[in-house]
């Protein structure tokens, strides 16, 4: 069952949290260049979350059942790497592509959100990824209305993907947010249309594709957390954390740097 969030100052705090995940990638961007380790990364992460934002690491030591803590105030997933790579001693290097996500808790609230970077100059095929599965993320938020389900989501996210000759990671969506790092709904990036949980206002609920140039399948490194592509090809993702709105979508983790959205798309609705 998806929480429903109404209350006006509730929904305040929300912002806030997801305002100042949104604020510690823009923190972090002059700092992804090349020579600069993850764990370095994830250094600067807490000095600024700890001194500047006053907020928690929603991350560090979060331990779902069957996974050792993690370690870091960030993830940080390098090119054939999908998601939850752990921060340490790699040096990142020109042509590399990175995802950053962070998570953070501010007045017991969690806001969840994550982006790309480019390291120096990328590929053709890296930067057209990186384009797409931005392109996915933003497909699948304007969708968000009461009304539509959760399949219209994943509908939109695949489709695009498949076009381009992209696949989609199945073992890992979006989720419920709020009070909790992970709750209701499980949000696919991939699905049927008319399909799955009806939108309501008031959930609220991450949408984070994860999309590879090659094949879908997945490998989970001995570290018990880091995920990456069967077959070494690139993957990409981008994360929002988004309201239901009575009109439609509200996206609550904006911030000042945040890369724009696509021409004519709207960050509310
Ligand atoms: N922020 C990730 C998400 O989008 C979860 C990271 S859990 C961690 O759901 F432990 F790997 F950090
Ligand atoms: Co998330
Ligand atoms: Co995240």
Known sequence: MSVIVNDPSDLDKMR????????????????????????????????????????????????????????GAICTSINHQICHGIPGDKVLKNGDIINLDVTIIKDGWFGDTSRMYYVGEPSIQARRLTETTYECMWLGIQQVKPGKTLGDIGHAIQTHAHDQGFSVVREYCG????????????????????????????????????????????????????????????????????????????????????????AGVSLKT
């Open 175 to 262: 989720h419920g947010i709020g009070q909790k790092f992970h709750q209701d709904p499980q949000v696919l990036h991939y699905g049927r249309p008319g399909t799955g949980e009806e939108l309501k206002a008031g959930m609220i609920f991450t949408i984070e594709p994860m999309i590879n140039a090659g094949r879908r399948d997945i490998r989970q490194l001995n570290d018990g957390w880091t995920i990456v592509t069967r077959d070494r090809s690139l993957s990409a993702q981008w994360e929002h954390s988004i309201l239901v709105t009575p009109t439609g979508y509200e996206v609550l983790t904006i911030s000042d740097e945040m890369p724009a959205p696509p």
């Open 16 to 71: 806030a949290a997801c305002r100042d995940a949104a604020k510690v990638l823009d923190y972090l961007t002059p700092f992804v260049k090349p020579g600069v380790t993850t764990g370095e990364l994830d250094r600067l992460t807490v000095e600024y979350i700890t001194d500047v934002l006053n907020v928690k690491s929603a991350t560090i030591g979060y331990a779902p059942p069957g996974y050792p803590p993690f370690p």
